[in-house]
């Protein structure tokens, strides 16, 4: 070992004299090139030298615990498609996955302890590489060489890296994850460098990237050492140090919530239309609640669940209202989180009315709406991680009718259609109506609904077409359905639409509840029905829907 390290210092020595040599010849103002030459040679390695020593028991002592709470089942890795071991795990408030390859035998316990060794705020990458499609932090027994890899939608290692190598990964998918909201990253970097005037690996000295990368490492080793080494480093590599801070720390996760305009410019029949929509606010204690009127331009406002958690399916929440509004929180955005906890993209429509001030849209409208966006999602199925054959529909109340409604007038799409979404077929695989107005009929309809609907004395050709209890078919998608004996909007709406959907041969169950009124929501209360999303869930897992235990929060 000796004879190797005067090997090492002698070829050393050798390259420092040549490269004075160098700068000699090209030069008159030899002495001061030779300064600069050999101040260049001394910044070499600068961080990496200075804190060395941590870097052996780096997260040593760290108190985090990876928590599995599913697994292992057996997959065909992403990358080469070779088979592993999955396992779903927590770790604080970030839920993951990690995949071990199986020719590797390495124990699932030195991977957790692995992570277990990163800072806390490292593990977030973990939550960023475990997409539906992606594997988590994934271990591989060969890699072409490298001994690891990270990027925005991977971290895959060799089974001996150790957790300083998976943070320098973690620099990589961080980094190109805060890339997306911020195009102007890189050049940020690369003048942080300019500015630190300091090296932080050999390695790195070449490209900006593994520079970020290599500095991540150099943070992690600080940060699990404790504040007087975080605060020496950033004392020598200011600029980088609050770079890296903001896209460890602050950078925004991607994003899981937008709203969308539901059709691409103004929604058909409502060209020219003066938007005047009204909001009426009835939030209470930090409790949104809040129903819009007057509806011209409809939108979807899309929540997707987190990436570990997500089944892959998808619901279209109509909200109620009485066809007057459209309860876009109590049964909208709130029902949508409880699905997002349960593994399942919520997707709210807002959809436009049959007779807002001034204006008279007329029946077909909201049907018009709702169907525009069973297409769109599927449409979208690809970009938003859905799989476009568990795209259900859910609808309270007035939304339980404009529901049953697409689940009873539907078609398979238009494919000579130029616009891509209209190809698509709204036909929904499954329906979630809870205490819903489903008949118009006299004796069971909901007068208020229907006049909306419907006006005031309409045809009885167009009630038999909207009472959708007499539009069933075996084709009818699969139905859940929830109501009370003391609901205004009668329990028989719920109950002739199971019995058609039993006559027809079509799947459907049925939860009528002694007590608990209309307009529940979520809420839990005393009543039984309180306990309906249990119930709802139980029926997703039947029907293959692979819903989760809900996430804690
Ligand atoms: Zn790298």
Not at 277 to 300: C, F, M, Q, W, Y
Not at 419 to 434: A, G
């Amino acid at each position: 070992m000796k004879k190797t390290t005067i090997t090492t210092i002698a070829a050393l020595a050798l390259t420092t004299t040549l490269a004075l040599q160098v700068y000699a010849k090209e030069s008159d103002k030899k002495d001061a090139k030779a300064v600069s030459a050999e101040k260049k040679e001394e910044k070499k390695e600068r961080l990496f030298q200075r804190f060395r020593d941590l870097f052996d028991k780096s997260g040593q002592n760290n108190t985090h615990q990876v928590e599995i709470i599913s697994g292992p089942t057996a997959v065909k890795m992403r990358n080469g498609r070779v088979p592993g071991k999955q396992w779903q795990a927590t770790c604080g408030k970030y839920r993951f996955k990690l995949t071990i390859e199986d020719k590797t035998k390495m124990p699932l316990e030195t991977l957790i302890k692995r992570i277990e060794e990163l800072p806390m705020p490292y593990v977030r990458a973990c939550e960023v590489v475990s997409d539906i499609r992606e594997d988590g932090v994934a271990i591989y027994s060969d890699l072409n060489g490298a001994m690891a890899h990270g990027g925005k939608g991977y971290i895959n290692t060799l089974p001996n890296a150790p957790s300083v190598v998976i943070a320098h990964e973690v620099g990589h998918t961080l980094e190109q994850a805060a890339r997306e909201s911020d195009s102007k990253l890189i050049e940020k970097w690369t003048s942080a460098i300019e500015a630190d005037n300091q090296s932080v690996s050999g390695y790195a000295d070449s490209s900006n990237t593994e520079d970020l990368a290599e500095f991540a490492k150099v943070y992690c080793v600080c940060y699990n050492a404790g504040p007087e080494k975080l605060a020496e480093l950033r004392k020598l590599s200011p600029r980088r140090f609050s770079i890296w801070e903001h896209i460890l720390m602050k950078a925004p996760p991607p994003q899981r919530s937008w709203t969308q305009p539901l059709w691409p410019g103004a929604a058909p029949r409502s060209e020219g239309v003066t938007d005047n929509e009204k909001i009426t606010d009835r939030s209470k204690g930090g409790h949104p609640d809040r129903a819009a009127e007057n509806v011209h331009k409809p939108t979807l406002t899309i929540h997707l669940p987190s990436k570990a958690s997500a089944s892959g399916a998808a619901v279209i929440i109509c909200p109620g209202g009485g066809y007057s509004r459209c309860v876009i929180d109590k049964e909208g955005n709130d029902v949508a989180s409880w699905l997002n906890r349960i593994g399942v993209a919520g997707i709210v429509l807002k959809y436009r009315l049959p007779r807002p001030d001034g204006h008279v849209y007329g029946h077909e409208i909201p049907l018009m709406d709702l169907q525009r966006a069973i297409r769109a999602v599927r449409a979208n199925a690809k970009n938003w991680d859905l799989k476009p054959e568990l795209v259900g529909v859910m609808g309270f109340s007035a939304g339980g009718h404009l529901a049953s409604t697409g689940g009873t007038h539907y078609d398979s799409g238009n494919p000579e259609a130029e616009d891509p979404v209209e190809k698509e077929s709204c036909r929904p695989d499954y329906m979630i109506l809870i205490y819903p107005v489903i008949s118009f009929s006299d004796a069971v309809g909901h007068g208020g609904s229907r006049k909306n609907l419907l006006g005031d004395k309409p045809k009885t050709k167009l009630v038999r077409l909207y009472s959708n209890e007499l539009q069933v078919t075996g084709q009818t998608p699969p139905t859940f359905l929830v109501s009370t004996s003391d609901d205004p909007v009668k329990a028989e709406n719920s109950i002739n639409f199971y019995l058609a959907m039993k006559a027809a041969k079509a799947p459907a169950e049925l939860h009528i509840y002694e007590q608990g009124g209309h307009g529940y929501g979520l809420r839990k209360t005393h009543d039984a029905v309180s306990t309906w999303p249990d119930r709802c869930m139980d029926w997703m897992k039947s029907r293959n829907i692979r819903v989760r235990p809900p996430e804690r929060r």
